[in-house]
């Protein structure tokens, strides 16, 4: 697992590869990459190439516009057209991350949302009873709770998701 | 990360940690009582570490004012016989190299690590240098681990080796044996009971001519001592491929790990020789290892350091294998080595074909460069100046930057950044090129860099009678890397309170006596003190203090206060004029209106001044807060 700082908290994007295996490189071979976990739409799009064919992404629908945009006086570009030539090469995931975070304890519950997305696909090499105790573990018992209520929240909201995004993307190939 | 868990657990439990982390663990098991740094990406975290355990794990720790000093203090403590270490990243060991150019020739008593975290790709970095080149410099031994668990187990090594030939040990990582995340299993704690004193010995610690001639030839003694600790060195190690192979690969440290992954990837067979004792480098070995195979791959990111040594080693002994390397073309002397580059190398060293993806990413997107956080003070302080250069009328100005979170005035809408090279030269270069051409010069300085170097060169201006604007922007941090304190900050690591020096009365000091304390989110104040050091002659020191927005949000969640702001679509005239030149990442334009995202919105309020809104349309929400 690599992490690239220094600019983490500086709104620039901020990429984390994790392998698992009998595995030395933290880096991953370009286009090889199983799963995205992408806690922006854009950033989604930016890393797309770098999975392999029936890969499955899983994308934070909040939208971060960058300030290169406004400076231009220009939007977002149209979520569609963000994903749009990939939709068949690859298993696109929207999850309404930030709406479940509010709801279960807070903004900052983002990343258990999407872990718990991320686990409900079946990809990751770890049990549930696992993630839990991590969970416990690494954030102590005051923000566990909301965690991990977090976490369940993002792993049920597949189950729904799935359906419908199927339906999108049959609508816009 | 609760870093006391690097206290807690006990030999023989494991723990995932940050290749840093194991150092600072590394630290404390091999009974080091003295350590100290100035922080610097990617070797941040082992301080960051430190700082919360050093108390309970008795060890002193300090934040240096820079990387020479925090390395005179370790070798001040090792030659009153304890364990020291002192880091930082590449190129502090620049600003510290004077130290290890002395200390080499006097040696040692506690044992004592100089750690180097180097960045090849420039992460966060002006170079890539490559620092194994210190080690021929200074002729000290250097280690390289590859992953967490040999970060911490080599550092152990590294004491060991340090006191028993009474020499400095060079210690090199790479951001991607620092930042890369492994399981490290926890091995015991040496308690040192040893207290900290002073024996003189004035022939060997007192640097001059006379001592350092027949000093000089003692450390070349033990540098050969050394070739023989390297060649029987447990660090070195062979993976001998299942087959009998006619191929071997010699590498060391993060191009170890991805050639590992890119040897199983292409399916050849080939012995790899991984080298974690890199200088003196183990001559036995690589001779057998260079005898035993019809052609060796040298594997190393940067500079052919380890390649030029194997070609010697083939040389000297009359070796005719075929070596590849970075000098006949077949590996890349610059970025850090991906899988690709040695899957391309070896695929143009064996003649065998790997098909290889080119995409990665989208260069078609919106970029996302690093900005100025939501609520940071550098922001409304480049505005401020970019306004004031413009009312003045001034054409030809020259941005002197520096080392910082605030280099990223270079970016847009901002373009204030002309020159920029290392820790402290805004305000040396910004001297040279006023009194080279005449023009206005303006330098910007953040308060733990002026601290860190820029004092001796603002001195130098006062001098020599330079014209300058320096602007200090004072955020009470080393921001930059992890809001680690500076000798400006009243408090230490720990949060604990602690002796500040005033930076003003160091200016004042000085000489200069246009000194202005401005409060950057004072838009007016602000502008007018620029303004005025615009028209002004001599030297102009305007500090713009304001505390790091980050220290502040975090501040203000634990007291559970969060203010927002809105926009008034009602007021708002549609300028742009926020979203174009302030330029604050929680203020965008969506479905043709000027929005403030919540989510991101700092509470600041310098976006609600008529100096960016005009129309008066920004302001202030209550928010609710669990």
Redesign the interface.
């Known amino acids: ?7 983490s ?5 901020v990429s984390v590869d994790v392998r698992t295996g ?11 990459l199983d799963l995205l976990l992408a806690f922006e739409p ?2 989604a ?6 999975l392999r064919d029936g890969a499955s992404v899983l994308v934070s629908d ?1 939208k ?8 231009r ?5 149209d979520m569609r057209s ?1 994903f749009g030539d990939e939709s068949e090469r690859l298993k696109v995931h929207i999850v309404p991350a ?1 709406e479940l975070a509010e709801s279960s304890g ?2 900052r519950m983002i990343n258990s949302v999407m872990l718990g997305a991320a686990f409900s696909l079946g990809v990751l090499e770890v049990s549930i009873d696992s993630i839990e105790k991590s969970i416990m573990d ?1 954030l ?1 018992d005051r923000n566990a709770t909301a965690n991990l209520r977090a976490f369940h929240m993002g792993a049920q909201s597949m189950a729904l998701k799935e359906t419908e995004y199927m339906e999108q993307t049959r609508k816009n190939p | ?2 870093a006391d868990r690097l206290l807690s657990k006990t030999s023989g439990e494991e723990l995932l940690l ?1 290749g840093n982390e194991a150092i600072a663990r590394g630290v404390v098991e091999a009974g080091v009582r003295f350590a100290a740094t100035y922080p610097g ?2 070797s ?2 082992v301080g960051e570490s430190l700082a919360s355990i050093s108390d309970k794990a008795g060890i002193y720790f300090e934040y240096s004012i820079n990387e020479k000093v925090a390395a005179e203090i370790a070798y001040g403590a090792s030659i009153s016989g304890l364990r020291s270490i002192v880091f930082m990243k590449h190129v502090g060991l620049n600003v510290a190299s004077d130290v290890l150019n002395s200390i080499n020739y006097t040696g040692i008593r506690g044992g004592m690590v100089i750690m180097t975290a180097d960045d090849p790709s420039m ?2 970095s002006q170079n890539e240098q490559d620092n194994r080149h210190y080690a021929e410099l200074t002729h000290l031994p250097m280690l390289e681990p ?2 967490p668990q040999e970060a911490k187990d080599f550092l152990i090594y590294a004491f060991d080796l340090s006191e028993k030939y009474s020499i400095p040990v060079i210690f090199r990582t790479t ?2 044996i620092s ?4 399981i490290v299993k926890i091995g015991s704690v040496r308690n040192s009971d040893r207290t900290g004193k002073f024996v003189p010995d004035r022939n060997r610690f007192v640097a001059l001519p006379s001592n350092s001639y027949r000093l000089k030839q003692e450390l070349i003694h033990k540098e050969e001592l050394l070739k023989g600790a390297s060649s029987e060195s447990p660090l070195n190690s062979i993976d001998a491929s299942s087959s009998h192979t006619e191929i071997g690969i010699i590498t060391s440290g ?1 191009a ?3 050639t ?2 890119a040897v ?2 292409t399916g050849i067979a080939a012995d790899i020789l991984k080298i974690g004792f890199t200088n003196p480098i183990p001559n036995h070995l690589i001779t057998e290892f260079l005898q035993n195979h019809r052609m060796v791959l040298v594997s190393e990111e940067l500079d052919p350091y380890l390649e030029a040594k194997v070609r010697n080693v083939a040389q000297i002994n009359g070796i005719d294998t075929d070596i590849r390397g970075k000098i006949d073309g077949t590996f890349p002397f610059s970025h850090e080595y ?3 580059t040695v899957i391309r190398a070896i695929s143009s060293a064996t003649g065998s074909t790997h098909s ?2 080119e ?4 260069q078609n ?9 939501p609520g940071c003070p550098h922001r409304d302080m480049y505005y401020t100046v970019r306004r004031a250069v413009k009312m003045s009328g001034l054409k030809e100005v020259i941005y002197s930057s520096d080392i910082g ?1 605030y280099s ?1 005035g270079l970016y ?2 901002f373009g204030e950044a002309d020159t920029m090279i290392e820790m402290g030269s805004s305000i040396g270069v910004g001297q040279g090129m006023a009194l080279a051409t005449g023009q206005t010069v303006i330098s910007f300085i953040g308060d733990s860099t002026f601290f860190h170097s820029g004092i001796p060169s603002l001195i130098n201006a006062y001098r020599n009678g330079s014209r300058m604007i320096l602007i200090i922007l004072d955020n009470g941090t080393t921001a ?2 992890g809001q680690e304190p500076n000798p400006g900050v009243p408090y230490d690591q720990e949060g604990k309170p602690a002796r500040s020096v005033s930076m003003e009365s160091i200016v004042k000091a000085i000489g200069i006596d246009n000194v202005a304390i401005v409060d950057p989110y004072d838009l007016k104040t602000s502008l007018k003190e620029v303004i005025a050091a615009i028209k002004r002659d001599g030297i102009s020191v305007i500090i713009a203090r304001r505390e790091c927005a ?1 220290i502040r949000d975090r501040e203000m969640r634990k007291k559970h206060q969060v203010t927002l702001y809105t926009v008034d679509q009602e007021k708002c005239g549609l300028c ?1 004029n ?3 030149n302030f ?3 929680a ?6 209106k000027i929005v403030i ?1 919540p ?2 919105c700092d509470g600041c309020g310098v976006c609600a001044e008529p100096y960016v809104c005009p129309f008066q349309a920004i302001k202030e929400v209550s928010q609710d807060v ?1």
């Open positions: 697992m690599s992490e690239i700082h220094g600019l908290q500086r709104g620039g994007s009998d595995i030395r490189s933290p880096i991953p071979l370009c286009s090889a854009l950033e799009a930016r890393f797309r190439r770098c909040e971060l516009p960058p300030i290169w945009l406004g400076i006086r220009m939007e977002y570009p963000l930030k807070g903004y690494v102590g | 990360m609760k940050l990406t990617p941040s975290e992460y966060s590859s992953s951001t991607r930042h890369l995340r492994g993060a170890y790990n991805v590992y992954d199983k990837y991906t899988q690709e290889l993806p995409e990665t990413l989208d997107l919106p970029p996302r460069p690093p900005v100025f956080c979170c990223l847009e809408p930059m890397t980050i742009y926020c979203v174009e330029a604050c990442p203020i965008n334009l969506t479905d043709g995202n989510a991101l669990k």
